[in-house]
């Protein structure tokens, strides 16, 4: 422990400014595959492993939807070589296969840096806080026409309080001794989830044989389904019933052209032929890469 005590008094003299850095890691500036940032960052690059961002490149639906790789127009966004703020990234060419990968977030050949949310102390790289990345703006570059939607939103809930909600405080680092620098911070979710929208407002009206789907989004701060490539979709299958018979049924696909607004009533019609005393609505969503549907909220009601 003592040598420990040692060793961090020590190294701010060894890593200062008259002397070179010892413990650069050059490598790391290099563009890296993602698993050379987990040697340091084990859980956050275990996070990163189960999102989609770490196949965007390799997911059988984009190699599929690119004719395998023939068509290279989604390459900024999949694999893209460096945050560019608002700007479309361009592609890089090494480790494809990482996808969105640490450095295409984190690297900034500016000022030959990683950035993230945190003032930090790190002898293998240089390190730079940028406020951005606490705010909607940093995902801008690639989720432009939701982030356009979340600007009309105008909310106070950002990108990252749902889709990077800090799971714990704890060590950024998980290597010796570079994990003794920092204090545990608020870790934020690498994994990127999805989310369901479960809070979705759902009323039902009637008039004659006609069943109106009165939906309203309070929750989600754009478009319901949202995408800038892609295809996710939401169902809306409705029953109807005269007693317990079964009378008719039908589904309305909700696509990202025709999505569901934020804060703002969405009225969809159902007509029938015959007369009915009772509805059953189920709302279904299926993600770009998902074959199974997943019921996000079921409704019943009778008149």
Known sequence: ???????????????????????????????????????????????????????????????????????????????????????EPTPRKKHP???????????????MAMHGPYDVFSPPHPSKKDPDFTKSFICSSCHRETYKQWKEANSHTTCQHCHMTPIKKADLIQKFPFDLFHAAKLVYNHAFPTGIANHLQVSLSKDNTTLYVNVLNTSVPHNIPTADNGNPKYFITVEVYQGKKLVDKDTKIITPKYAIPYNKLKKFEFVFWDDFDKAKVYIYRQLSWQKEKQLVKELEKTF
């Not at 296969?97 to 000022?111: A, L, R, T």
């Open 97 to 111: 296969e990482d996808g969105v990968n640490c450095v295409s977030c984190h690297f900034s050949s500016k000022d």
């Open 1 to 87: 422990m003592k040598a420990k005590w040692i060793f961090l008094i020590t190294l701010p003299f060894l890593v200062g400014c008259e002397l070179p850095n010892p413990f650069l890691e050059e490598d790391l500036l290099q563009h890296p595959p993602a698993k050379r940032c987990g040697d340091c960052h084990a859980e956050i690059y275990k996070q990163w492993k189960a999102s989609r961002h770490s196949l965007a490149y390799t997911s059988p639906t984009y190699k599929e939807a690119t004719d395998n790789y023939s068509k290279q127009k989604c390459l900024a966004c999949h694999i893209p070589k460096e945050l560019t703020k608002g700007e």
